[in-house]
């Protein structure tokens, strides 16, 4: 907040006279500056803001205390929006801080020695205006709010030499609102120009002698994020470097017992995977194990505290796992098999029952086991990989995780999926007719789900198809046969319609096997020479 007491003025006098408006603004600045936060069991505050803005019309617009009284009331009310979040409030802010650019420009007349304290006061303004907006943007979402408070930020800045203390607060609020917008709309001009300001954000930070380097670190670490979000938009592998060497510089700066170090390794970690990804080098894969597995020590080594239900620690466990994944798919190491399934473990134990995550979190781990069952051949890794799968089934249709309804199909379709393949992989390995049973009601229900455009419809119709074959096949029924064919022919019809995305693969992988199925149902049945003609 502004301090009154110490404000700058060439009518600093009549700031000196004890008037009433000035009491109030005095005290219920000095009350909201120590907290920089409204207090909803303070009654005297609000009733201060309510005199305030009673008084606030009889000024004259001439009157050296009415920018500063638009200010503190327009800070109050901003303060007060994000403690309650009530629209009006922050509504009237804007008001009152637009209201300023209305005023007659006082410094017109004023010595030259003054001219940047206006200017200056002009720039704060403009700045707490694009902060108010940025409020009322999170609030209701309306888009015009968030380009009005980038403009206003950069008006503020125009007015701001390199050297003015408030200079890097607005290019720090400019930066997180160009990133906000970058976000929503995917604008790269946006993400551009968010970089260029966070440059001059770490350069200036780097001039100052006595700065915190704490803060540096996190300047560094925000213009790595930037870098990184640049670098998923256009795969430019210098954006994804240059993150990499900012995390690192950042590391460098933070003291070993920082609250932030955990974070700044994972970022870290992150960003290597990136480019193991790229360029395929395992020294970068290493690197990213080995600080993922640094930071989760320092949170649970008890440097850092744990956020609520622990699932930051439960974040990294499981990606984590998926790097160790990466890394056995490289030089197939069952350890780093096993010590993945380990930790997506872990990361589930950590994880809230009704966390969002915990179905993802349990068809990952599902997916180990069953690359270790591959590796090993050892059938108790394919019924935990199952019992996973249906544990995740049981968190989506129990109604206790949060999901968007169309997420919800589609992750119920899946599971469905990954259900039926791993049963029919079960039957194929024991030969157990309940399995091949439950595998084609599970793929019979995914489809259910799964809209007539999806891209896993055609995959999900062969599935079934194979199974009701494996099922003919067992018990000798020809009707099981059919029913596959027809399935198959569903397929294709998918494929050829043009509405489903596939490659050629998958048709010729369908008419490959409809071609076997209707030779095989030629040998079973003799009785129609067509399914003979038609599979050749």
């Known amino acids: ?39 909803v069991r303070d009654d005297r505050t609000a009733e201060i803001l309510i005199k305030c803005r009673e008084d606030l019309p009889l000024l004259r617009p001439d009157f050296p205390l009415l920018p500063l009284a638009l200010l503190v009331i327009a800070q109050a009310l901003m303060l007060r929006f994000e403690a309650l979040g009530e629209i009006a409030d922050i509504d009237d802010s804007i008001t009152y801080l637009k209201e300023f650019l209305t005023i007659p420009l006082l410094w017109q007349d004023a010595p030259s020695h003054d001219e940047n304290h206006h200017t200056a ?60 917008r970058f976000k929503d709309h995917g604008r790269r001009e946006d993400i551009d120009e968010a970089i260029q300001w966070q440059r001059e954000v770490v350069s200036l930070s780097q001039i100052e002698s006595d700065e915190d380097e704490s803060l540096v670190a996190m300047f560094l670490s925000v213009l790595g994020n930037l870098l990184v979000d640049r670098y998923e938009t256009s795969n430019l592998i210098i954006d994804v470097e240059e993150a990499t060497e900012n995390y690192e510089k950042a590391l460098v700066l933070l003291p070993d017992n920082s609250q932030s170090r955990p974070q700044y390794l994972a970022n870290l970690a992150m960003s290597l995977h990136l480019i193991f990804k790229a360029k395929g080098q395992v020294e ?84 180990s086991l069953l690359i270790i069952f591959e590796a090993k051949d050892q059938v108790e890794d394919l019924n935990g990989a199952i019992d996973r799968v249906r544990e995740a089934l049981v968190c989506l249709s129990g109604g206790d995780v949060p999901h968007d309804e169309g997420d919800l199909l589609e992750s119920l379709a899946k599971n469905l999926d990954q259900l039926g393949n791993l049963l029919l992989l079960r039957y194929q390995k024991i030969t157990q007719i309940v399995d091949l049973e439950e595998a084609t009601e599970s793929y019979g229900n995914a489809l259910v789900l799964l809209p007539d455009n999806s891209e896993r419809r055609p995959r999900c119709l062969r599935a079934l198809a194979l199974s009701l074959h494996e099922t003919g096949e067992a018990k000798g029924q020809v009707e099981d046969l059919n029913e596959a064919v027809d399935r198959l022919r569903e397929a294709l019809i998918c494929l050829s319609g043009g509405d489903v995305p596939h490659d050629e693969g998958e048709m010729y992988e369908t008419l490959r096997l409809l071609g076997k199925l209707l030779a095989n149902r030629f040998w079973m049945t003799k009785d129609s020479k067509t399914d003979l003609d038609e599979a050749i």
Do not use: C
């Open 1 to 39: 907040m502004l301090s009154i007491t110490h404000a700058q003025d060439p009518h600093r006098d009549i700031f000196g006279l004890q008037s009433d408006l000035f009491a109030k603004l005095r005290n219920m600045d000095n009350s909201l500056r120590t907290t920089h936060k409204w207090d």
């Open 121 to 180: 006061t002009a720039s704060l303004f403009t700045g707490t205006l694009g902060e108010a907006l940025v409020l009322r943007f999170n609030h209701s979402k309306n888009v015009e709010d968030m380009h009005a408070a980038i403009d206003n930020y950069r008006m503020a800045l125009a007015l701001l030499t390199s050297y003015n203390p408030m200079r890097r607060k607005f290019l720090v609020s400019l930066v997180r609102a160009l990133k906000l």
């Open 284 to 367: 970068d894969l290493n690197g990213a194990i080995d600080h993922l597995r640094e930071a989760i020590s320092g949170l649970l080594g008890g440097d850092a505290p744990l956020d609520e239900g622990e699932t930051q620690v439960a974040v990294l466990l499981n990606v984590l796992g998926s790097f160790l994944v990466d890394r056995y798919k490289t030089f197939s190491l069952i350890v780093d098999l096993e010590e993945a399934i380990e930790s997506y473990g872990k990361a589930l134990a950590f994880l809230p029952d009704n966390s969002e995550r915990r179905p993802q979190y349990l068809s990952q781990l599902a997916d």
